[in-house]
Antibody, heavy 122, light 112 residues
Framework: QVQLVESGGGVVQPGRSLRLSCAAS????????MHWVRQAPGKGLEWVAF????????VYADSVKGRFTISRDDSKNTLDLQMNSLRAEDTAVYYC???????????????WGQGTLVTVSS | DIVMTQSPDSLAVSLGERATINCKSS????????????LAWYQQKQGQPPKLLIH???TRESGVPDRFSGSGSGTDFTLTISSLQAEDVAVYYC????????FGQGTKVEIK
């Protein structure tokens, strides 16, 4: 069965960096585009970043552009999010999610991880 | 960016009654070439990640009870729960995937 497991969250000071990972299993990871999505405490969902199935195309929300970098390692079936210059407003649960269609781009997301909490605070 | 606006922000419905959630996009999410609206609905229960319910505005995911239905096209969409059950208490989000990806602010559904 499809599983997505995030890790790497924690408490970090403003201006510092953190790297999140998402371990995928139960499907051919290299065939699917992936996303990072976040949810601030008590708030709604905000898409953060997209990476195509082959890693050739990356798209970021304006709120994180220039600070966050999405990447994937198909040999390890992992999706990463490097977060630099963190701000208090980046505090959220971060989810990885899978595009529902193999090789698809404009798709909904059919599997989500359980999320990892990032708290940016001094 | 395409802005998604849901209404209401919350609603309380009696068990067995109908719940209706609306979602409006700031521009059309209908692709003329395939006549599909790039609109999905998700359900998020407390402490859980979102779960995909419906895509292409009206296509229910496998395993989703048929009391959930989606309708609409272009800029106006509706999620209907025909007979509310206790396990349907959740926050519901619409999402457009026509241009990048954006969500509505969510609608909280409770039991009256």
């Amino acid at each position: 069965q499809v599983q997505l497991v995030e890790s790497g969250g924690g408490v970090v000071q403003p201006g510092r960096s953190l790297r999140l990972s998402c371990a995928a299993s139960g499907f051919t990871f290299s065939s699917y585009a992936m996303h990072w999505v976040r949810q601030a405490p008590g708030k709604g969902l905000e898409w953060v970043a997209f990476i195509s199935y082959d890693g050739s195309n990356k798209v970021y929300a304006d709120s994180v552009k220039g600070r966050f970098t999405i990447s994937r390692d198909d040999s390890k079936n992992t999706l990463d999010l490097q977060m630099n210059s963190l701000r208090a407003e980046d505090t959220a649960v971060y989810y990885c999610a899978r595009s529902s269609v193999r090789f698809g781009v404009q798709t909904e997301w059919d599997y989500w991880g359980q999320g990892t909490l990032v708290t940016v605070s001094s | 960016d395409i802005v998604m606006t849901q209404s209401p922000d919350s609603l309380a419905v009696s068990l067995g009654e109908r719940a209706t959630i609306n979602c409006k996009s700031s521009q059309s999410v209908l692709y003329r070439s395939n006549n599909k609206s790039y609109l999905a609905w998700y359900q998020q229960k407390q402490g859980q990640p979102p779960k995909l319910l419906i895509h292409w505005a009206s296509t229910r995911e496998s395993g989703v009870p048929d009391r959930f239905s989606g309708s609409g096209s272009g800029t106006d969409f509706t999620l209907t729960i025909s007979s509310l059950q206790a396990e349907d208490v959740a926050v519901y989000y619409c999402q457009q995937y026509y241009r990048v990806w954006t969500f509505g602010q969510g609608t909280k559904v409770e039991i009256k």
